[in-house]
């Protein structure tokens, strides 16, 4: 009758199970009971990750836990395919010789299923850099009393210097090759995810007063834009500190202990880094007025527009009007078109770039810009959104200056089309109206010009210099506050052309 029985257990197991997991299998504690090998694989790539993470080997000293890490942490990884040849999900896939041994073996693993539950570990891929990685960073995290001699520089502090401390350090050597011998030998029960740790003593790394003095002191360098390359150049920042001084601290100061070194460190208004995610990405003022009138004169918008497309201004650098686009002749391409002179419209080289710098200026001040220099009309030019805010210019005569005061690097671009001129200042790319630096941080300007002219967005002006506008109360509420406070009287100037 026994032989009966189990003869009807191989059958109904090689029936069941030739192409399944038998029941309570499971791999790394993931249940596997009853599927099929496509079945546990595609189980095995939705849960397996999440399944390695959460596996933890514990470290331990004298029988104490002193750390973990997890599987995944080490580089570990485990196929789908490992997976279901581990979970028996295929009977070619067991090992079990021939087809009578696999026919009786079956059997017994069918009975055998019914009162235990089976788990196995699958092939396990390891990434030896990473092992040997991790390794190491637990040598220097778990257990280690060692504290290496080094410095840190702490903006609105100083420099910090730490005094070296020979201590005892986890082996990572040794760790690591327990470890892969346990990978290699698939052992990942409960007792085998306990490791004993080696510890060995250890020097620290020195510290060396005169060697750091010739790797960090020099003088600060801010951050500004290479105009080159249109990218921020290296910054610094500045240390200096007397070796003799410094090293009387460290000679008293206890192993281990960090202190506050005699130095003076100065970190620059902007980094390379901060610099390179704020530059050019604010639109911080833009003024649109309208292109008309015969083709010299637009001719003309165009040609001084493409002389300050694309310009950069650095904090502290100035923009001056005539300097930028140059004189305006014939052999440069400007063409005679309509201005004023001694109160009179006439035809002259050039006429019609006021309408680029009146635009300019506009947007200058939705930029609250610090004008250095700006000259008005004596007539109204008519293409301004307010009257009296232009900016007439003449080579020789009146210019228009405004300085890049601001904490951001300037940039122009400009482009005309037909009709409309607008015009905006980035100090830094996007139009990304949330500010990323502070105000006390100094990061390129650009004065950009899209469909037309364009201005800037940055703190300014605090008072004007030269020329405003007409005498007459100005309302537009988009004006800065100070311009709707104030009367502003035209100056009294000779000479020149004012080209319109």
Known sequence: MLVLAYAGCCVAANALYSHTAFPNTSVLGMDMSG??????EQRWTEQGSALLDGMTIRLTRDGQEIGSTTLSDLGVTVLPVYVSKAAGCDVQDRGWGNDVTAFLRGGWRFIESWFRAVDVTPQLDVDEAKLTAACEQLSD???CTVTDGGYRLAEGEGLYITKPQDGEKLDAAALRAELAQRFESRDLSAAARSV?????????????VQALHDEIAGTMAAAICDKSTGKPTQSRVGVQFDVETVQKQLDAAQPGEEFLADAQVQFPPAATEELEQAMFRDVIGTCTTTCAGPWGRRQNIKLASAAINGRIYNPGEEFWYNATVGQRTEARGFQPAAAYSGGKTVTSIGGGICQVSSTLYYSALMADLQIVLRYAHLFDPGYMPVTG???TVSWGGPDFAFPQQHQLPHQDHHQLQRRDQPADHHPAGHQDRRPLCGDDQPVPLLLRAQDGLSGVRVRGPRHHRGGAVRPQRLRRPDLPQRLRRRRYAPPQHQGGVQRL
């Not at 599927?35 to 546990?40: G, I, N, R, T, V």
Request: aromatic content about 4%; proline content about 4%.
């Open 35 to 40: 599927l099929s090998a496509q079945e546990a």
């Open 141 to 143: 995290t778990v257990g």
């Open 196 to 208: 004993e740790c080696v510890f060995a003593a250890h020097t620290a790394a020195p510290m060396d």
């Open 389 to 391: 805010c232009d900016a």
